[in-house]
Protein backbone atom coordinates (compact mmCIF):
# COMPACT_ATOMS: atom_id res chain seq x y z
CA UNK A 1 0.00 0.00 0.00
CA UNK A 2 0.91 3.48 -0.78
CA UNK A 3 0.73 6.92 0.96
CA UNK A 4 -1.78 9.37 -0.74
CA UNK A 5 0.03 12.48 -2.08
CA UNK A 6 0.87 14.49 1.38
CA UNK A 7 -0.94 18.19 0.59
CA UNK A 8 1.48 19.71 2.94
CA UNK A 9 4.05 19.19 0.95
CA UNK A 10 5.57 22.25 -0.64
CA UNK A 11 8.78 24.01 -2.03
CA UNK A 12 10.95 25.07 0.34
CA UNK A 13 13.53 27.70 -0.19
CA UNK A 14 17.52 26.29 -0.21
CA UNK A 15 19.23 28.08 2.51
CA UNK A 16 21.40 30.33 0.59
CA UNK A 17 17.99 31.62 -0.88
CA UNK A 18 18.88 35.45 -1.14
CA UNK A 19 15.19 36.26 -1.47
CA UNK A 20 14.26 34.61 1.92
CA UNK A 21 17.45 36.06 3.62
CA UNK A 22 16.13 40.00 2.61
CA UNK A 23 12.88 38.79 4.07
CA UNK A 24 14.86 38.14 7.47
CA UNK A 25 16.48 41.71 7.17
CA UNK A 26 13.85 43.11 6.92
CA UNK A 27 11.94 41.81 10.05
CA UNK A 28 14.61 42.93 12.04
CA UNK A 29 14.20 46.23 10.77
CA UNK A 30 10.24 46.22 11.56
CA UNK A 31 11.37 44.87 15.03
CA UNK A 32 13.72 48.32 15.26
CA UNK A 33 16.93 46.49 15.20
CA UNK A 34 19.86 47.47 12.63
CA UNK A 35 20.45 44.33 10.47
CA UNK A 36 23.86 45.74 9.44
CA UNK A 37 25.50 46.06 13.39
CA UNK A 38 28.06 44.00 13.87
CA UNK A 39 26.10 40.66 16.05
CA UNK A 40 23.11 40.66 13.33
CA UNK A 41 25.19 40.92 10.37
CA UNK A 42 25.07 36.85 9.02
CA UNK A 43 21.46 36.75 11.16
CA UNK A 44 19.55 35.90 7.67
CA UNK A 45 21.99 33.75 6.35
CA UNK A 46 21.89 31.72 9.74
CA UNK A 47 18.35 31.77 10.09
CA UNK A 48 17.50 30.79 6.50
CA UNK A 49 19.91 27.68 7.24
CA UNK A 50 17.96 27.13 10.23
CA UNK A 51 14.63 27.20 8.85
CA UNK A 52 15.90 24.98 5.99
CA UNK A 53 17.01 21.98 8.64
CA UNK A 54 14.06 22.53 10.69
CA UNK A 55 11.52 22.07 7.63
CA UNK A 56 13.28 19.29 6.70
CA UNK A 57 10.12 17.30 6.61
CA UNK A 58 9.01 18.84 3.58
CA UNK A 59 11.34 17.35 1.60
CA UNK A 60 11.35 13.45 3.15
CA UNK A 61 9.21 10.78 2.13
CA UNK A 62 8.05 8.37 4.48
CA UNK A 63 8.19 5.24 1.60
CA UNK A 64 11.24 6.14 0.96
CA UNK A 65 12.45 5.63 4.44
CA UNK A 66 10.50 2.68 5.07
CA UNK A 67 10.59 0.42 2.04
CA UNK A 68 13.73 -1.33 2.19
CA UNK A 69 13.07 -1.94 6.18
CA UNK A 70 9.82 -3.53 5.70
CA UNK A 71 10.40 -7.36 6.49
CA UNK A 72 8.27 -10.75 6.42
CA UNK A 73 8.04 -11.87 10.31
CA UNK A 74 5.34 -13.45 11.77
CA UNK A 75 5.01 -11.99 14.97
CA UNK A 76 1.73 -11.41 16.42
CA UNK A 77 2.34 -9.28 19.72
CA UNK A 78 2.42 -5.67 19.99
CA UNK A 79 5.32 -3.80 19.23
CA UNK A 80 6.20 -0.20 20.90
CA UNK A 81 8.65 2.61 20.20
CA UNK A 82 8.28 4.62 23.29
CA UNK A 83 9.87 7.99 24.35
CA UNK A 84 10.68 9.17 20.07
CA UNK A 85 11.91 12.50 21.37
CA UNK A 86 9.96 15.31 18.68
CA UNK A 87 11.23 18.85 17.97
CA UNK A 88 8.55 20.87 15.99
CA UNK A 89 7.07 24.31 15.36
CA UNK A 90 3.38 25.50 16.00
CA UNK A 91 2.07 26.71 13.02
CA UNK A 92 0.11 29.40 14.21
CA UNK A 93 2.97 30.96 16.02
CA UNK A 94 6.17 29.60 14.18
CA UNK A 95 7.14 28.47 18.05
CA UNK A 96 8.58 25.22 18.63
CA UNK A 97 7.12 22.93 20.79
CA UNK A 98 8.58 19.46 21.97
CA UNK A 99 8.37 16.60 23.91
CA UNK A 100 8.10 12.98 23.05
CA UNK A 101 6.16 10.59 20.90
CA UNK A 102 4.94 6.20 21.77
CA UNK A 103 3.89 4.60 18.61
CA UNK A 104 3.05 1.27 18.54
CA UNK A 105 1.48 -1.45 16.22
CA UNK A 106 0.13 -4.54 15.82
CA UNK A 107 1.73 -6.27 12.60
CA UNK A 108 -0.06 -8.78 9.75
CA UNK A 109 3.03 -10.98 8.87
CA UNK A 110 5.41 -7.61 8.41
CA UNK A 111 7.86 -5.77 10.69
CA UNK A 112 9.69 -2.50 10.10
CA UNK A 113 12.97 -1.86 11.31
CA UNK A 114 12.76 0.17 14.28
CA UNK A 115 14.86 2.97 13.74
CA UNK A 116 12.31 3.64 10.66
CA UNK A 117 9.36 4.95 13.19
CA UNK A 118 11.31 7.68 14.92
CA UNK A 119 12.45 8.67 11.25
CA UNK A 120 8.34 8.89 10.28
CA UNK A 121 8.19 10.75 13.39
CA UNK A 122 10.41 12.87 12.14
CA UNK A 123 9.24 13.78 8.95
CA UNK A 124 5.95 14.99 10.00
CA UNK A 125 7.65 17.04 13.42
CA UNK A 126 9.88 18.84 10.76
CA UNK A 127 7.14 20.88 9.30
CA UNK A 128 5.29 23.75 10.50
CA UNK A 129 2.49 21.75 12.54
CA UNK A 130 -0.39 21.35 14.93
CA UNK A 131 0.24 18.40 17.54
CA UNK A 132 -2.85 17.10 16.69
CA UNK A 133 -2.17 16.70 12.82
CA UNK A 134 0.74 15.56 13.85
CA UNK A 135 -0.01 12.95 15.81
CA UNK A 136 -2.76 11.65 13.17
CA UNK A 137 -0.50 11.68 9.97
CA UNK A 138 1.90 9.55 12.01
CA UNK A 139 -0.46 7.02 12.50
CA UNK A 140 -1.66 7.33 8.74
CA UNK A 141 1.67 6.61 7.82
CA UNK A 142 2.07 3.52 9.72
CA UNK A 143 -0.90 2.21 8.47
CA UNK A 144 -0.75 2.96 4.62
CA UNK A 145 2.69 1.52 4.53
CA UNK A 146 3.11 -1.25 7.14
CA UNK A 147 -0.63 -1.84 6.48
CA UNK A 148 -0.98 -3.77 10.37
CA UNK A 149 -3.57 -5.02 11.98
CA UNK A 150 -3.88 -1.40 13.84
CA UNK A 151 -1.61 1.46 15.15
CA UNK A 152 -1.50 3.57 18.20
CA UNK A 153 0.65 6.85 18.66
CA UNK A 154 0.41 9.36 21.56
CA UNK A 155 2.63 12.60 21.37
CA UNK A 156 2.73 14.55 24.86
CA UNK A 157 4.71 18.10 24.51
CA UNK A 158 5.11 21.66 25.63
CA UNK A 159 4.46 24.35 23.54
CA UNK A 160 6.70 27.79 24.16
CA UNK A 161 3.55 29.79 22.61
CA UNK A 162 1.73 28.47 26.12
CA UNK A 163 5.24 29.07 27.78
CA UNK A 164 6.68 32.39 26.68
CA UNK A 165 3.38 34.07 25.42
CA UNK A 166 -0.31 34.24 25.70
CA UNK A 167 -1.27 32.41 29.37
CA UNK A 168 2.41 31.61 30.21
CA UNK A 169 2.06 28.32 31.81
CA UNK A 170 5.17 26.74 32.40
CA UNK A 171 3.95 23.67 32.83
CA UNK A 172 1.40 22.92 30.73
CA UNK A 173 1.85 19.23 28.60
CA UNK A 174 -0.27 18.60 25.66
CA UNK A 175 -1.04 14.96 25.56
CA UNK A 176 -2.63 13.81 21.98
CA UNK A 177 -3.53 10.46 20.82
CA UNK A 178 -4.34 8.58 17.27
CA UNK A 179 -6.02 4.95 17.32
CA UNK A 180 -5.87 3.03 14.32
CA UNK A 181 -7.11 -0.83 13.17
CA UNK A 182 -7.83 -3.22 16.15
CA UNK A 183 -6.17 -0.45 18.60
CA UNK A 184 -10.12 1.01 18.72
CA UNK A 185 -10.56 -2.38 20.25
CA UNK A 186 -11.36 -1.37 24.23
CA UNK A 187 -8.42 -4.25 25.27
CA UNK A 188 -5.96 -3.60 22.78
CA UNK A 189 -6.48 -0.09 23.59
CA UNK A 190 -5.95 -0.08 27.02
CA UNK A 191 -2.51 -1.97 26.77
CA UNK A 192 -1.16 0.52 24.56
CA UNK A 193 -2.02 3.35 27.01
CA UNK A 194 -0.98 1.57 29.49
CA UNK A 195 2.58 1.07 28.12
CA UNK A 196 2.70 4.11 26.32
CA UNK A 197 2.38 5.81 29.49
CA UNK A 198 4.87 3.54 31.41
CA UNK A 199 2.36 1.22 33.36
CA UNK A 200 2.01 -1.97 34.10
CA UNK A 201 0.10 -3.99 31.43
CA UNK A 202 -1.73 -5.84 33.77
CA UNK A 203 -3.86 -4.46 37.41
Not at 50 to 64: F, N, P
Not at 65 to 83: C, K, P, S, T
Not at 114 to 142: M, N
Amino acid sequence: MTVSKDPQVVPIAQPDNEEYQGLVRRQLELLGENPDRHGLQRTPSRVAKSMHWLTQGYRDSVEGIMRNAIFEEAHDNMILVRDIEIYSMCEHHMLPFFGKAHVAYLPDGKVVGLSKIARVVDVFARRLQLQERLTDQVADAVMNVLAPRGVGVVIEAFHLCMMMRGVQKQHSKTVTSALRGCFLDGSTRDEFLRLAHGGPTSD
